[in-house]
């Protein structure tokens, strides 16, 4: 957009005061000048004169014309810039006083001759005033007495300048152009690369106006152009860390028009809050712009994929104990409980009496989570050897004696039954042996009872516990 254009004749660096010149030149051939000289008397209707007083008379400071040669006079009236483009009412005076009585001629007075209304305003007392509009500069006015004419207006100063008002990125600078057919000055600006010069480089730190100015004689045009300093700026989310699968909310605040790149994962690019979701670790900048500015900031999502290993699989004998090993993670929990000898420990002992499978959850120091699982299958030696888990010796004929059932009979190197003082109330070394609830001919009461059973099966030597009920 054009900057704003002014033609002025009061600014900075110039002196207060007048500043609109014009020069009024009267030719009084065949007029007699008497010993007073050629005067200018009237009024300025609106502001005072700087060189001549309002309500002007043949007497007041200033309003006696020069002799050039010949019968032609002239004098140069300023008068302040506020005057523009208002009204003037004068009339040329032949003498130094201001009545006829004393030998003034003043035209436009009642029967005067030649001069008339074309060219003036009536003076409320039978007589007429010239009339002329004060220009915005300078201008002249020439006439003969009698004699009606135009004032002709200066020549204005005009300058313009360009870019017109334009955005910059803090940092930046820009050439500025002013053209003028006369010389060219700028506001003193300590941003500028020079004063008195046409194209002068701007690299203001802010948002600043600027003014170059062009001048005939005391008359000045005036045209602004703005730069507008322009520093976006933005802030990221903290970095993060998430676990594979998870989602993030990232945010970022600052000035401007925000997008996020790469896209990759984000639930959008052109938002200030997006839902980062990415398969693996990322860098994600925010970039706020404003126009052609730019300005960034980074967030680093770390993706975390954790793998625990919960060991391989094995096979124990019942009865014997394996140290499971579990890796990959800062916390460990196993599931099911059963058979181990911790829950929430790397490497726990199992000693399961089945066959299992033991589920392991790994957590890492992030809180990310990974399963693996690990079976252990319990082997019976001697399988096919069980025990009832209750008998009942009350002479009905049913479940009258407790022993070991098989359906083949390996060695026996001891069974025995112990009552619940520990005091060994039956001992057997064979199959067709078994007890039948009695001690040393007595009863035993009804309660439970511990049993023990060695063998040797399988080419090695097995011990079989168990508890079992007698009931009567």
Same mark, same amino acid.
């Given at each position: 957009?054009?900057?704003? @254009?002014?033609? &002025?004749?009061? %600014?900075?660096?110039?002196?207060?005061?007048?500043? &609109?010149?014009? *020069? %009024?030149?009267?030719?009084?051939?065949?007029?007699?000048?008497?010993? +007073?000289?050629? #005067? &200018?008397? +009237?009024? @300025? $209707? *609106?502001?005072? $004169?700087?060189? &001549?007083?309002?309500?002007?008379?043949? $007497? $007041?400071?200033?309003?006696?014309? *020069? #002799?050039?040669? +010949?019968? *032609?006079?002239?004098l140069l009236v300023t008068f302040p810039f506020s005057a523009a483009g208002k009204l003037l009412e004068f009339e040329f005076v032949r003498d130094s006083v201001w009545n006829n009585n004393t030998g003034d001629v003043s035209e436009g007075n009642p029967n005067d001759c030649c001069l008339d209304l074309t060219c003036g305003l009536s003076d409320q007392s039978g007589g007429i005033n010239r009339v002329i509009t004060i220009p915005a500069c300078s201008g002249s006015y020439d006439c003969s007495w009698n004699i009606c004419a135009s004032l002709i207006p200066g020549p204005d100063p005009v300058i313009t300048v360009s870019p017109g008002n334009i955005i910059i990125c803090k940092g930046e600078s820009v050439q500025l152009n002013a053209a003028s057919s006369t010389a060219v000055s700028w506001q003193a600006d300590p941003t500028l690369s020079c004063l008195l010069c046409n194209n002068p480089l701007a690299s203001p730190d802010t948002t600043t106006y600027y003014y170059a100015f062009a001048a005939i004689g005391s008359c000045m045009a005036v045209e602004t152009v703005l730069v507008e300093v322009v520093v976006p700026a933005v802030t990221a989310a903290a970095d993060t860390v998430l676990c594979n699968g998870a989602s993030a909310q990232l945010y970022a605040t600052g000035s401007g028009n925000i997008t996020w790149t790469p896209a990759t994962g984000l639930s959008c690019s052109s938002c200030d809050n997006p839902v980062a979701s990415p398969a693996s670790t990322i860098l994600y900048y925010a970039t706020a712009s404003a126009g052609n500015c730019f300005a960034k900031d980074s967030v680093l999502v770390t993706v975390e994929t954790i793998s625990v290993e919960a060991g391989t699989d094995e096979q124990l004998l019942l009865g014997d104990s394996v140290m499971l090993h579990g890796s990959g993670a800062s916390q460990y929990q196993w599931q099911p409980p059963d058979g181990l000898s911790c829950t929430d420990c790397a490497s726990p002992v199992a000693m399961p009496i089945v066959s299992a499978t033991y589920t392991l959850t790994g957590t890492s120091d992030n809180g990310c989570k990974a399963t693996d699982e690990v079976t252990l299958i319990v082997i019976v030696p001697c399988d096919g050897i069980f025990f009832p888990n209750a008998f009942t010796p009350n002479g009905d004929g049913r479940n009258e004696t407790f022993g070991p059932v098989s359906n083949f009979h390996p060695a026996i190197n001891a069974f025995r039954i112990y009552n619940r003082w520990g005091e060994m109330v039956f001992e057997s070394k064979? %199959?067709?042996?078994?007890?039948? +609830?009695n001690l040393h001919g007595e009863p035993q009461p009804t309660g439970a009872y511990a049993y023990d059973l060695t063998l040797l099966c399988d080419g090695r030597q097995v011990e079989l516990k168990g508890i079992v009920s007698l009931l009567r």
């Open positions: 957009m054009r900057g704003v @254009f002014l033609i &002025i004749c009061l %600014f900075a660096g110039y002196a207060a005061g007048a500043q &609109i010149n014009i *020069t %009024f030149t009267i030719d009084v051939t065949g007029s007699a000048v008497g010993a +007073g000289g050629m #005067h &200018i008397a +009237g009024q @300025f $209707a *609106t502001d005072s $004169a700087i060189s &001549i007083n309002a309500d002007w008379n043949p $007497a $007041a400071p200033g309003s006696k014309m *020069t #002799h050039l040669s +010949g019968s *032609t006079y002239q064979s %199959f067709s042996s078994q007890w039948n +609830g």
